[in-house]
């Protein structure tokens, strides 16, 4: 209300000429709010009504338009990626970075947005002249008149090809160095770790500053959904913490206090379950997360993820959500996602895909064979497993290089028997594999494999979780191999796929001892609770990942919220529970139900956008060794610091 009454009393001070600039701007939200309060004032304080817009009263009139949002507070008019043909006569002022020039004459000047063409009058020898000596990426300034390209001259594969700006006013903002570690040209690009270490230039690549721009616009989207639609809580949670038993090496942080020890959140498990427990029943976080575990392609020490908790939820309706909450968010510019996503049980997904992540993409899955062999007692081992996987004519491609490939891969999988081959006949092939196999499972064997003449076959047997991973793992790098030799096997557009079911252990590195699965706050599945004490790997956690394209971009469960049952869980893992008395404590405080789940937001963008790594999504990423290009860090600390943090270096070398 005051700033409104404020808005009225200064309306009398304004000039008539505000009546040209309105009907300039008459689409922008400003004007309707204007219009609106116009109208309540009566016509004579119209008459010295002035300017009340962002506007250079001693511009011309075709200066004066409502900036763009992303030219708001700025010097410039537009940016280099928007003028067209509607702008011709105006005057404008651009700001960006020298790409191009020839002659002096004709320039190319970039910003995030996009380039616009500069034309300099043979006349204008003073700007003729700084260009002559101006480097590439130098940063400027310059005004002019937009005016249309001659016909010949229309770049159509340029936003902005149809026009160009005839420059009045030319000004070096910053002069770049006359040799940059690498040049800003899309058909010659350095290699990444030069682009890496000089990212700040490497920003300036348009598949990055796209990168870049859907990111920030997938996050925005991802809030509005949650907050205005769901009514979810952003709740901000601490990085720093306590060590958490099992899971993944966790960076540790000195403190003052000698011997004792801050850890990075590996993820804000415990405090979103916490949130539940304070009534907060509709949690989210965009979180940044630490773990020491290296750098690959798909992983980097800190990484973003979406975290989410809800109350009073089951499997079934933290799934919905994230469908929702993804086709609601997804950036129009990429194919479309299905409104709900299929789902397939971790047992059924390994038996067909060999993996807990599969490509859903292209078929070629996987066929059990077991019982054909489990009559000849010289193969059959405890968790025997047989399977293989066939490739029919035309992709048949066994290179000497491909099987030799192949052969390493399986010699990591100690437990178990690997052949490949070439078959033009299969009754032939089986006659060969009897020597090996056996006469008596040679029939069964036939019937398993009769229709595959003419294929690519590669078939595995022994441990039935090694043969499993290897076969699942030849699948797809058979497939990637497949395209590179330009067949087309993977389908278009994003395939998503949740995988439920999980178990909830794994055999641990002793025997007899379990790991979580996923982590130990997972939930039993209620069908399976009474095999905890006598078949524990059977038992079925309520977990479910969230895949896309062969990628794993997310992970939940439905919590424990009993503390007799976290207690019996601690306890099977051998985990003492003083370090989780705090969680013991709060589930015991009246913790309702609940369950979540996090997306890997990194990874995810990576899948939608199709690049090579999760580093082509990250502003400023780590290498692989977990390292800091830019600036060179993990680096040494000062005496001082070493003292006041209690803390001494071992030289492992000697």
């Not at 008459?26 to 609106?36: C, Y």
């Not at 979103?272 to 020491?292: E, S």
């Not at 993977?490 to 996923?518: C, Q, R, V, Y």
């Not at 956690?541 to 009993?562: F, K, T």
């Amino acid at each position: 209300m005051m700033f409104q009454i404020h808005f009225l009393r200064n309306i009398r001070r304004f000039s008539s000429s505000t009546r040209q600039v309105i009907r300039n701007v008459k689409q922008t939200q400003q004007l309707q709010f204007v219009q609106r309060t116009l109208h309540n004032v009566s016509s004579a304080h119209l008459q010295n009504v002035k300017n009340v817009y962002l506007v250079d009263e001693t511009s011309e009139i075709s200066q004066r338009h409502i900036q763009s949002g992303s030219n708001r507070f700025t010097c410039r008019t537009y940016n280099c990626g928007e003028l067209r043909l509607k702008h011709v006569g105006e005057r404008v002022t651009l700001c960006g970075w020298l790409e191009y020039q020839r002659m002096n004459k004709f320039v190319v000047i970039r910003d995030g947005y996009g380039h616009t063409q500069l034309l300099v009058d043979d006349k204008d020898i003073e700007v003729q002249k700084l260009l002559s000596t101006l480097p590439y990426e130098s940063v400027i300034k310059i005004s002019g008149s937009v005016v249309s390209r001659p016909k010949d001259m229309i770049n159509p594969r340029q936003s902005t090809g149809e026009i160009e700006v005839l420059v009045s006013s030319f000004e070096i903002l910053n002069k770049a160095k006359e040799i940059l570690p690498f040049n800003i040209r899309e058909f010659q690009k350095a290699k990444e770790a030069l682009r890496m270490q000089y990212r700040y230039l490497d920003l300036r690549f348009s598949e990055m500053q796209k990168n870049m721009r859907i990111r920030s616009q997938f996050f925005m989207s991802l809030r509005t959904f949650l907050v205005n639609e769901c009514q979810f809580v952003d709740v901000e949670t601490p990085t720093l913490f306590k060590a958490t038993p099992g899971g993944a090496q966790e960076f540790i942080v000195p403190t003052r206090f000698p011997g004792q020890f801050y850890s990075l959140v590996q993820s804000p498990q415990q405090f979103k379950q916490m949130l539940m427990a304070g009534a907060i029943d509709r949690y989210f976080q965009i979180a940044r997360c630490y773990r020491d575990e290296g750098s690959r392609s798909d992983r980097q020490p800190e990484f973003t993820q979406l975290d989410i908790e809800m109350s009073f939820t089951d499997v079934n309706g933290v799934i919905r959500l994230i469908e929702e909450l993804l086709h609601y968010s997804w950036p129009e510019c990429l194919p479309n996602l299905p409104r709900v996503f299929p789902r397939i049980a971790y047992e059924d997904a390994m038996e067909t895909y060999g993996t807990d992540k599969p490509d859903t993409r292209f078929e070629f899955t996987l066929h059990n064979c077991t019982n054909a062999l489990k009559n000849n007692e010289n193969l059959v081992c405890d968790n025997f497993g047989a399977y293989f996987l066939v490739f029919p004519e035309p992709y048949v491609i066994l290179s000497k290089a491909v099987k030799e490939r192949f052969s390493k891969l399986a010699q990591k999988y100690s437990e178990s028997k690997f052949l490949q081959n070439k078959v033009d006949n299969i009754e032939t092939w089986l006659i060969k594999l009897s020597r090996l196999l056996g006469n008596s499972v040679i029939e069964e064997l036939k019937i398993a494999l009769q229709p595959h003449n003419n294929s690519a076959i590669f078939f595995g047997y022994g441990n039935r979780d090694e043969v499993l991973s290897l076969l699942g793992l030849i699948r797809l790098e058979y497939v990637n191999i497949l395209e590179e030799q330009g067949h087309k096997i993977k389908k278009d557009g994003m395939h998503p796929i949740w995988i439920t079911d999980f178990p909830l252990f794994e055999k641990g590195d002793t025997p007899g001892s379990l790991n979580s699965a996923h982590h130990p706050f997972t939930s039993p599945h209620h069908d399976d609770v009474h095999l905890l004490e006598s078949s524990p790997l059977k038992v079925r956690a309520q977990a479910y990942d969230l895949v896309l394209n062969g990628n794993e971009v997310g992970g939940g469960s439905i919590r424990i919220h009993d503390p007799a049952q976290q207690e019996r869980i601690f306890k099977m893992l051998d985990i003492d529970k003083q370090f989780m008395q705090h969680m013991l404590d709060m589930l015991g405080s009246g913790c309702p139900p609940h369950g979540g789940i996090a997306l890997g937001l990194d990874r995810l963008l990576a899948t939608m956008l199709n690049t090579k790594s999760i580093r082509d999504v990250i502003a400023f990423p780590k290498t692989f060794e977990g390292r800091d290009p830019v600036s060179g860090a993990p680096s040494p600390i000062s005496e001082h610091d070493k003292k006041l943090y209690h803390l001494e270096i071992v030289d492992n070398k000697s």
